[in-house]
Nanobody
Framework: QVQLVESGGGLVQPGGSLRLSCAAS????????MRWYRQAPGKERELGAR????????SYADSVKGRFTISEDNAKTTVYLQMNRLTTENTVVYYC??????????WGQGTQVTVAS
C-alpha cells in the first residue's frame, strides 16, 4: 500500500524558513520521481519541485527557484523541501506526489504552510 505522509508545515513569519518532509512507503522509493506541489485556495495545484530517480534530476518552478531546495534520503524513503525567504504568497497547502504509472498517481494528505507576521 502506497503511503505519502507530509509533515513540517506551520506558521512562520515572512522571511522565515521551514522544512517539509514527506515519508514514503509501499513502493521502491529510489526508482521514482518525487514531486512537491502547492495549492492556494481556489486554485489548481502547481508543481513546485521534483527530484529523482537519478542523481542530478532536480527541477524547480520559477517562483521558488533560488529559495527552495528539494532533497531526498533513500535510506529513510523521505523527500524534503527546504523553504527559505518565505513570503505571504507561500501561504498554501503543500502536497507530496509520486506517479508510479499512468493510472497510479498518489498524493499525501497535504501540509499547511502559513506565512504571516
Amino acid at each position: 500500500q502506497v503511503q505519502l505522509v507530509e509533515s513540517g508545515g506551520g506558521l512562520v513569519q515572512p522571511g522565515g524558513s521551514l522544512r517539509l518532509s514527506c515519508a514514503a512507503s509501499g513502493f521502491t522509493f529510489s526508482s521514482y520521481v518525487m514531486r512537491w506541489y502547492r495549492q492556494a485556495p481556489g486554485k489548481e495545484r502547481e508543481l513546485g519541485a521534483r527530484i529523482g530517480p537519478t542523481d542530478g534530476y532536480i527541477s524547480y518552478a520559477d517562483s521558488v527557484k533560488g529559495r527552495f531546495t528539494i532533497s531526498e534520503d533513500n535510506a529513510k524513503t523521505t523527500v524534503y523541501l527546504q523553504m527559505n525567504r518565505l513570503t505571504t504568497e507561500n501561504t498554501v497547502v503543500y502536497y507530496c506526489d509520486v506517479v508510479l504509472s499512468s493510472v497510479n498517481d498518489y498524493w499525501g494528505q497535504g501540509t499547511q504552510v502559513t506565512v504571516a507576521s
